[in-house]
């Protein structure tokens, strides 16, 4: 290890807190497209994508266009959301318009927050106060129901709804009014429907969970469900939209509008922005006051995410990962069958889990070892290696990671 690496390391061991756990080994500088480099100069292939939100790859030259245009031209780069601001406006638009293309038109208001779990919890307010306003709920009676092995963030709301255990447990009292089932169950959903529940909030595919994809239909009979009982439908896309799943966003598999979008991650192209999408009548429901954020929507961010929207629609990175994602799997497939280790390979566009089998090395260990070859991934749960690269990614960056995969898994 260099002198640079260990003296980078001992400061974030003095100034940061524990909350993560990178490798003790490398530290970053700096990337361009699927390539990351190191202080030392040492390459790395990304295939992590920093969780989806690098979809567009690191510096993409429209992207860096993007910032220096915005800075070079309006110079704001934040503003009081007190005052209308042209970028927010132009960005509302662009990602309804985006949405209207790939989903559904009615999705065409837009609310700009920053992270994805602020977009979570932007959604959770709006399905309270619609369940008061709209379909009269007992005040301080709305339900919301999440799936079982969810991830949605780190709020205090959201962890609420987490069922690993370390996620809440010591950050109690938790928010009330929470119920949970199974993923992929619907006879559950249906069961714990109830006249105060608000929504229904779930992922298309299970990200964090472990790239849990339910069968089809799954999103569509949940709908109807929803639909029957007036509960809306939130779909949090903040990890499967824009591509990653081979379709725009996860919805799609299912052809389902939901009531609530959530949009977060590759929607800034690398910078801070997420978004909560939906009908006038549902978002009609927020009034002046009742939500805000100083820095959601600020005009730099929305002046990158609309090239970043630019992108995905001129580059079509969902047909991408669709295609990338069929010959990546084939590849690990036959991965698969030579190694000991692996149990099972699921795939959804350019979204990966390789599962471990219990009696090898963990997930955590396969990945320090996919470090060491020049890969970078970040396990997800114990036993699942989870990759989900730039969806600008070649073919011949797809070969070196299974070259370096192979080496890892059958040797
Ligand atoms: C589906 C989903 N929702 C919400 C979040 C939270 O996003 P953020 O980390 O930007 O708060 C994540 C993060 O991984 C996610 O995967």
């Given amino acids: 290890m260099g002198t640079r690496t260990r003296g980078l390391i001992a400061l974030a061991k003095k100034h940061l807190p524990r909350n993560y756990a990178p490798s003790d080994k490398f530290v970053l500088r700096g990337g361009e497209g699927c390539t990351l480099f190191d202080v030392e100069g040492k390459e790395y292939l990304d295939m992590l994508a920093c969780y989806s939100a690098a979809n567009e790859g690191h510096c993409n030259p429209r992207i860096?266009?993007?910032?220096?245009k915005h800075l070079k031209t309006?110079?704001?780069?934040?503003?009081?959301?007190?005052?209308w601001e042209e970028q927010k406006i132009l960005f509302a638009r662009d990602l309804a318009n985006f949405c209207g293309k790939f989903i559904d038109p009615s999705l065409n208001v837009v609310l700009p927050m920053n992270s994805g779990a602020e977009a979570v919890e932007t959604a959770m307010k709006i399905a309270r106060k619609w369940a008061y306003v709209v379909k009269r709920v007992p005040l301080n009676e709305a339900e919301i129901i999440f799936c079982e092995n969810n991830f949605h963030g780190r709020t205090i709301a959201i962890v609420s709804a987490s069922t690993v255990p370390q996620y809440s447990e010591l950050f109690g009292p938790l928010v009330p009014?929470?119920?949970?089932?199974?993923?992929?169950?619907?006879?559950?959903?249906k069961e714990a429907i109830n006249p105060n529940t608000a929504a229904f909030i779930v992922e298309p595919v299970q990200g964090e969970g472990g790239i849990i994809i339910p069968p089809d239909g799954y999103l569509a009979e949940a709908k109807n469900i929803c639909d029957d009982n007036d509960v809306l439908l939130v779909a949090d896309e903040v990890q499967s939209g824009f591509g990653r799943t081979g379709k725009m966003f996860g919805c799609n598999y299912d052809g389902v509008t939901p009531d609530l979008l959530i949009l977060g991650k590759a929607l800034g192209g690398g910078l801070v922005i997420s978004a909560v999408v939906g009908s006038k009548e549902v978002m009609g429901i927020l009034e002046p006051g009742d939500h805000g954020s100083t820095f959601g929507g600020n005009p730099l961010s929305c002046a990158v995410a609309r090239e970043s929207l630019r992108i995905m629609r001129d580059e079509r990175l969902d047909k991408k990962a669709e295609y990338l994602g069929g010959y990546f799997e084939e590849k690990l497939k036959e991965i698969a069958v030579e190694s000991l280790y692996i149990k099972e390979i699921r795939v959804r566009g350019l979204w990966i889990a390789i599962e471990v089998w219990h009696s090898g090395p963990d997930a955590h260990e396969?990945?320090?070892?996919?470090?060491?070859a020049g890969i970078l991934c970040k396990e997800t749960r114990d036993y699942t290696i989870r990759m989900?690269?730039?969806?600008?990614?070649?073919?011949?960056?797809?070969?070196?990671?299974?070259?370096?995969?192979?080496?890892?898994?059958?040797?």
């Fill in 366 to 372: 396969f990945c320090q070892r996919l470090h060491r």
């Fill in 74 to 83: 309006r110079g704001l780069t934040c503003n009081a959301n007190c005052f």
């Fill in 177 to 189: 009014g929470i119920k949970l089932v199974p993923f992929a169950d619907l006879n559950a959903l």
């Fill in 64 to 68: 860096a266009d993007a910032i220096f």
């Fill in 388 to 411: 989900s690269p730039p969806l600008v990614i070649t073919r011949h960056e797809l070969d070196f990671a299974v070259e370096k995969i192979r080496e890892v898994f059958c040797s």
